[in-house]
């Protein structure tokens, strides 16, 4: 025999052989179609199955039964069409090979029918490969006939058959695709994409048998015919029997699926479910019923639906006649429904036949409204206990529905009285005009508004409302009520205006006294000035930042520390703030304020006012207080504070401090002579030398008409004081020019040192000043001897 493990194609060597013609049995030709046609139509309802499964393994195994059956369905009718191929030559199979042909097929149709492989969802790619699925199938199978001759294909034909198979595949597949997306659940439309695909297959299986050729051989033998068609018959019967049974086993499978599905969402609604017969009988109670009537769910069983819903109150539902119940069907009712203590309670139920023949069956779904009609009660009387108004509106007619105590009170009528009317029945026509204005404007656009002093006139008095309009939507977002939440603040507005009255008479009053207002939040450093805030500290208003830096940066370094410091420990310990410092201005120049502040939440706010013109004018005072008025220099008060300040100092550094006594000689005559304008300008001009002499460590005082007191301080050594003495002495002495000609003096001089000499200033100034008067005795008897000579 022939090597039929390989393809042959026809040769110009071979058409010179013999060709061995063979016969086809007309009733398994028709039988082959017809399995390709049923196993097509088998397949294709599975793949429904496919489409609508909700759990993944589901849908792989019913794509796995699919292709299997129509793989299977491919191989069976290439099998009964290969016996109504009849031949003249003894013909055999190669049984591996005929069973390992349906794999392709198998391979092919999973492709296809597995909804997973989104690689494969192209319409040409799965047409591609079912159709060589059935090719392959198909030219295995042949590979495996077993003959005494030479068997050969023609090129064309052989192509022509593949293509055949690819697009009628690719029909019947686009047919059934669209069934299932379209949802179109006729039968015929499943059946013409069955008849498309089984053409496809038969048109391949037979289009390629009209490719082959067998040719005769040399050891080709030939005998009679041989009759096929009872293992033809077999092969249906067994593809009848298996399809049956699967697609029975399939359904079945099917069934307990959603039937345990069914139980399982029946058991865990929090509704309850009742089946019952035309009769009322019970057959069926999921838990949720036991629970809400307080059964036991399988003592329901048997019993009258009357039981749960007493006659008095189902005089139109649970009546025992079937045509009442399917009066009912598919409408909810109000009802109330009794438990197993007989205490009745609110319940919807909402009835729908199961079964619509001769023994019909009706399916309730009961709610318990015990909790929400709590809820309600509990709404409601939050609802009536608010103290502002609330008002709900029908969205067309915008007519009250409900209205709380509080807008009885407002409104002045009762709710009775209300519901029903709208605002052109209640208010003056502009008023209401603009109501109704702004609730179709919520209700058209779905935004709640707030509208700020509404006024709203009842018999002839005007109130003020604050009141927030919302709409109430019903599930399918349709607008079916609006909702007004008003507040009555009509005192508050009152108050306001009071308020704004007297802050504008404040504010009057602060310009008038020149005072700033100014809030300062101690957490965001937020600063906030009034209008004469930035008169006081000469800021420009465009410029400012709004900063606590402004104010802060302005303070005089002298009293920053100081100011701060009392700052911070106001905020602290929330405590008030008082300081007096100076600033200084943008422009260069000082100015003394006041501040004056109190702690409100997170913000101090205070007062700020210009005191410089006090302060001044007390600086000046004590510097008079301190200075002599002719020569300026410190007077004998003065003294006493810088030499007591001085003798402390001496007790931390070890130093000394010196007392220096002058006393002028010669000024006498020229306050005679010349008067005392003259005198006054020679002390003026005594002074000057003595200051710009001195340190700036030192005090210079005048304690009397023509005496002088010098302390120096930092003393350590003797002869400090002796280098003093000669400078002041020396610019003592310098002639004093003046208008009234040149004029010389001197000094009698004495002096003391502390703490060696004395342990306060008035010993201290006694020590010197005997020590003065002796030197100006020694100058006078000095002066009487060289004149006596």
Known sequence: MDSHLKLHFVTPEMLNAPVITAQYD????????????????????????????????????????????????????????????????????????????????????????????????????RSILMGLGIGSMHYVGMMAMLMPAHMAYEPWLFSFSVLVAVVLSGLALKINELRLTTHIKLSWVNLLAALVMGTAISGMHYIGMMSMYVFAAHHTTYITNENSSELAQVIMFVLLTLSLLL??????????????????????????????????????????TASIFGFEQHSLIGKNIAL?????????????????????????????????????????????????????????????????????????????????????????????????????????????????????????????????????????????????????????????????????????????????????????????????????RMSMAANAAHIGVWEWNFQTNELIWDDWMFELYGVDRETFNGNYSVWENSIHPDDYDEVIKNLKSAVANQDEFHAEFQIILPSGETRYLN?????????????????????????????????????????????????????????????????????????????????????????????????????????????????????????????????ALTRFIDAIELPIVSTQGNFSVSASIGYAIYPDEATNLDELLNKADARMFDHKRTKAINQKATINQ
Request: with cysteine; hydrophobic share 45%; net charge neutral.
């Open 308 to 504: 749960l819903i007493p006659q008095k109150y189902a005089a139109s539902t649970a009546r025992t006649e079937h045509h009442n119940y399917a009066e009912q069907a598919g409408k909810s009712q109000l009802l109330q429904g009794r438990n197993s203590n007989g205490v009745d309670f609110p319940i919807t139920v909402s009835i729908s036949p199961i079964r619509k023949r001769a023994n019909p069956s009706f399916v309730a779904t009961i709610k318990d409204l015990t909790n929400i009609q709590n809820q309600e009660a509990f709404t409601q009387t939050i609802f009536d206990t608010l103290p502002i108004m609330l008002v709900v509106k029908e969205a067309e007619q915008l007519a009250f529905s409900h209205v709380n105590k509080a807008g009885e009170q407002l409104l002045g009528k009762t709710r009775d009285e209300l519901i029903g009317l709208s605002d052109a029945d209640l208010f003056p026509a502009q008023e209401a005009a603009f109501f109704s204005a702004a609730d179709r404007s919520v209700l058209s656009s779905g935004k709640g508004i707030t509208i700020d002093e509404e006024p709203i006139t009842i018999d002839g008095y005007t109130r003020y409302l604050r009141t927030r309009k919302i709409t109430i939507k019903d599930n399918r977002g349709k607008a079916k009520f609006l909702l007004a939440v008003s507040e009555d603040i009509t005192e508050l507005r009152v108050a306001k205006l009071e308020l704004e009255k007297l802050h504008h």
């Open 595 to 723: 501040a004056d502040g109190r702690i409100y939440g997170n913000s101090m706010v205070g007062i700020n006012f210009d005191i410089s013109k006090r302060v001044i004018a007390e600086n000046k005072l004590l510097q008079l207080a301190q200075t002599d008025h002719l020569t300026g220099l410190a007077n004998r008060n003065a003294l006493c504070k810088f030499a007591e300040h001085e003798f402390d100092c001496t007790e931390r550094t070890g130093t000394k401090v010196a007392c220096l006594y002058f006393d002028l000689d010669k000024f006498k005559p020229i306050n005679d002579t010349h008067g005392h304008l003259v005198g006054d300008f020679v002390l003026v001009e005594i002074a000057k030398r003595l200051l710009d002499t001195a340190r700036k460590t030192d005090c210079v005082a005048r304690i009397g008409g023509d005496e002088f007191v010098i302390i120096i301080t930092y003393i350590e050594k003797s002869n400090q004081v002796k280098k």
């Open 247 to 288: 697609v029975g086993s399939m359904e079945l499978r099917a069934r307990s699926l959603l039937s345990a599905k069914l139980k399982a969402v029946l058991n865990t609604v929090q509704d309850g479910v009742i089946c019952f017969d035309k009769l009322g009988n019970i057959e069926f109670a999921n838990p949720a």
């Open 26 to 125: 007309g009733y398994l030709v028709v039988a082959s179609i017809l399995t390709a046609v049923f196993a097509s139509y088998i397949s294709f309802l599975l793949s429904a199955r496919i489409k609508d499964s909700q759990l993944k393994e589901e849908a792989l195994l019913w794509t796995v039964v699919s292709s299997c059956f129509l793989g299977g369905g491919i191989w069976a009718m290439h099998f009964v069409g290969m016996l109504a191929y009849k031949l003249p030559i003894p013909v055999e199979y190669d049984i591996t090979l005929t069973l390992v042909s349906i794999l392709p097929s198998v391979f092919a149709s999973y492709i296809v029918m597995s909804p997973n492989l989104g690689r494969f969802n192209n319409l040409w790619l």
